[in-house]
């Protein structure tokens, strides 16, 4: 494919309830037809979409101009991601994209020599607040004392993949994701972020406390189940300043609520964010290339530590 061609079609592979709530409505509004699906389920009907059971025939059978997204188990992507690589077909995968910095390192070579895309849906990125968090901590990360990341929720689906036990079907992967690569990309070390292994609640693997420090920059992480929906990032610096909003880690259109602490002043400020998942799909092929090396760069740091994370919690 040139890398200044539009993609004008997609094929989802995995067709639960994720990729039917967010992925194809986010395609649709993105004006790309799904011109094929790739499903265990040979009784699907989707207008307009070819329905595979054969990842390799999907290949084969579809436009050159397709573009394929991962919305399996982790479990699967690495094996998934490569024969769509060795195709040279461009590549979108769920988060996490990969469990092992192996994996990571072996599929973004793979990607940058046949030249296609390979990106991780962290969509979170496209909302504008996370990005302003983003370069406020790489500006003033000097003045920071604590970063604070929660990312909790009530409960889980039924019957998905999450009730088997291993890395890759846990909540640790499934959400850790998003903090470690926020705190990647922000330019901070993760190599001293530590799983705290002396809480019941990290033996039965349903919600996990990181700790470490970054610099002179204290971490704390808590995701897993809770008693409530908690999705929230605060910011701390040395002069006693604040700065926090929720939900963060979001990809749903709809209202952020941001608040300043500046010394006895409060303020609190609500944002309005589009969907995510359409912003990431509206965006050109030649985006997704210009900063592919950037990109995986950091999936290999977030994949090489949720592996080390997971080694820690006894997977």
């Not at 004006?31 to 999907?58: E, H, Y």
């Not at 490569?82 to 092992?100: C, G, H, N, R």
């Not at 999450?162 to 992967?173: A, F, K, P, Y």
Request: some cysteine; overall charge neutral; glycine content about 6%.
């Amino acid at each position: 494919m040139n890398h200044s061609s539009k993609w004008d079609s997609a094929c989802i592979i995995g067709y639960g309830g994720h990729a039917k709530t967010k992925i194809l409505p986010a395609l649709q509004k993105a004006g790309i037809d799904i011109v094929g699906v790739v499903s265990r389920n040979p009784s699907l009907n989707i207008s307009g979409s070819k329905i595979f059971s054969s990842l390799k025939d999907a290949i084969l059978l579809l436009p050159n101009s397709t573009f394929f997204i991962i919305a399996t188990p982790p479990n699967l992507h690495y094996s998934q991601a490569k024969i769509l690589i060795e195709a040279k077909k461009d590549v979108f995968i769920e988060k996490p994209a990969f469990l092992s910095l192996k994996e990571s390192e072996e599929l973004s070579n793979l990607a940058l020599k046949n030249k296609v895309v390979l990106a991780e849906m962290l969509m979170y990125l496209e909302n504008q607040n996370v990005n302003e968090f983003i370069n406020l901590i790489k500006s003033k990360r000097n003045q920071i004392s604590n970063i604070e990341c929660y990312f909790e929720i009530p409960n889980l689906p039924e019957n998905t993949f999450r009730d088997e036990t291993s890395l890759g079907n846990s909540l640790l992967s499934d959400i850790a994701c998003y903090p470690l690569s926020l705190l990647a990309i922000s330019g901070l070390d993760l190599n001293n972020l530590n799983l705290i292994s002396d809480m019941q609640m990290i033996t039965d693997h349903k919600s996990f406390l990181i700790e470490g420090k970054s610099e002179e920059i204290d971490i704390f992480i808590q995701v897993g189940l809770s008693s409530n929906y908690h999705n929230k990032i605060k910011i701390k610096f040395r002069n006693g300043d604040e700065i926090s909003a929720e939900p963060f880690f979001y990809g749903r259109e709809g209202q952020i609520k941001i608040n300043n602490i500046n010394g006895t002043e409060k303020k609190e400020r609500i944002i309005y964010e589009q969907d995510a998942f359409e912003l990431m799909f509206k965006r050109h092929r030649s985006e997704w290339i210009s900063n592919q090396k950037y990109r995986l760069n950091i999936m290999k740091e977030t994949s090489k530590n949720i592996e080390r994370l997971g080694r820690q919690a006894g997977f």
